[in-house]
């Protein structure tokens, strides 16, 4: 039986995993919809910090953003879908749509349209007829309306000047690589690291997860993925700590909807800009203490204000992760160690080699296998439909076939599907 599921390798994957109760919530925000609207094809967590930050020339982000020449060129479909219906109150049959690209770009139409259907920005339906058509989702649609025509005030406006003392931005940089790099020393050698930081307990269950292992009367020791973590570059290590860090939410007793929200509203903050503290709710309070430990804040403490500045660390997260990172970060490694004599060569690392690299980790990427349950034999189409549709909205359908009424939802939905199946009874 087939398994269909979303695989978080970047940002926005996570956020379209989210059961569909919560994305709608999200999208109750006009600004997580424009945040959506401008990353929602990238394929990295807090890809970049908008033009504000200043960081956009030759910037390339993989789907929405193309190679930028002058600011930033947001192309392809999906962003085009979505401006194109944003106004549009009907659902657009699929042949309509096709007909917006050339033949030659119905690879990339579907794509796109897929992308837009996971993060519920477009519902598909079938009609009788089986004529597929599509809809925009229209609390997304409203909200993204408001945003564009009326625009909004910012989540928190950065404080004037003359209330706060700015570090400079070289010692805003050294602060934060001071930071990180105390975090890599805890994964190599958590005693001295002790010594050094004093990191929350909902980050040290991320740390110790998978990257460390503790065995009774014994100290902490790297395991097989912590010295894989050691090998990434800290694009692809900063977005492992905060996939983490969300998947890790719910045993802190916190919604990670809530924690994915705070981190699109950190989108449109300003590096080196200060934020006051008293606009953070309890839930955002902690998260910022969480992230300076790791450099991609600074807090600071003034006499009657206390305030938390982005630091240039945010930026770097990786623009590019559609590229699994285990053959990405085994090649710059060797790249990096060559031999003198070796690294004077073009390549430095043959291409046979990397070749058989690329081999091995699509040969351990074939199949991801998750716990689920089959559903058949259902008595009619409504009741199947139905169930698919109740699934459907908890994030829980993996896979379905209209035609032999048969689906696969996630095995921790079984309980509720089968009590949802029999009171349809």
Not at 275 to 296: A, H, P
Not at 301 to 321: I, M, Y
Not at 358 to 366: A, G, I, Q, T
Not at 370 to 380: C, H, N
């Amino acid at each position: 039986m087939p398994q269909v599921r979303i695989i978080a390798k970047n940002f926005i994957d996570m956020v379209a995993s989210l059961p569909a109760v919560k994305l709608d919530l999200l999208y109750a925000n006009p600004f997580i919809c424009e945040a959506i609207l401008r990353f929602a094809m990238s394929e990295g967590i807090l890809a970049v910090m908008l033009e504000k930050a200043g960081i956009l020339a030759g910037l390339e982000i993989i789907g929405w953003v193309g190679p930028t020449k002058k600011g930033m060129s947001l192309s392809p479909l999906a962003k085009k879908y979505v401006l194109q219906m944003l106004y549009i109150d009907t659902p657009i049959p699929a042949k309509s749509l096709e007909e917006w690209v050339l033949p030659d770009g119905l690879s990339k139409h579907r794509a796109a349209i897929d992308r837009l259907i996971q993060l519920r920005v477009l519902s598909e339906t079938i009609d009788r007829k089986k004529e597929t058509s599509y809809e925009m989702n229209k609390k997304f649609q409203i909200n993204l309306q408001k945003q564009l025509i009326y625009g909004g005030k910012l989540p928190r406006e950065p404080m004037a000047s003359n209330a706060v003392i700015l570090p400079s931005s070289e010692e805003l940089e050294i602060y934060a690589l001071e930071q990180w790099e105390r975090f890599l020393l805890h994964l190599i050698s958590s005693k001295e690291a002790e010594k050094l930081t004093n990191f929350s307990s909902s980050m040290m269950k991320v740390f110790q997860r998978g990257l460390l292992s503790q065995r009774e009367k014994e100290g902490s020791r790297l395991t097989e993925y912590g010295f894989q973590f050691l090998l990434m570059d800290t694009n692809a290590q900063l977005w492992y700590i905060i996939r983490e860090y969300i998947a890790n939410a719910e045993e802190r007793g916190v919604d990670p909807a809530t924690i994915i929200s705070f981190l699109l509203e950190l989108s449109f903050h300003e590096t080196g800009q200060a934020y006051n503290i008293n606009t953070l709710n309890e839930v955002q309070l902690n998260t910022i203490k969480d992230l300076s430990d790791l450099g991609l804040v600074k807090l600071q403490q003034g006499r009657k204000e206390s305030w938390f500045l982005p630091t240039k660390l945010a930026t770097t997260l990786s623009v590019s992760l559609s590229d699994t990172a285990t053959r990405k970060q085994i090649v710059s490694f060797l790249q990096q160690n060559a031999h003198p004599r070796v690294a004077e060569k073009v390549p430095t690392v043959p291409e046979n080699v990397t070749d058989q690299i690329r081999l091995w980790e699509s040969d351990l990427n074939r199949v991801e296998m998750s716990p689920a349950q089959l559903y058949d034999e259902f008595p009619s189409k409504d009741l199947f439909e139905s169930a698919c549709d109740f699934a459907r909205e908890y994030g829980a359908l993996l896979w379905d076939n209209s035609k032999k009424m048969q689906l696969v939802v996630k095995a921790e939905l079984h309980a509720e599907m089968r009590e949802y199946l029999r009171r349809q009874k």
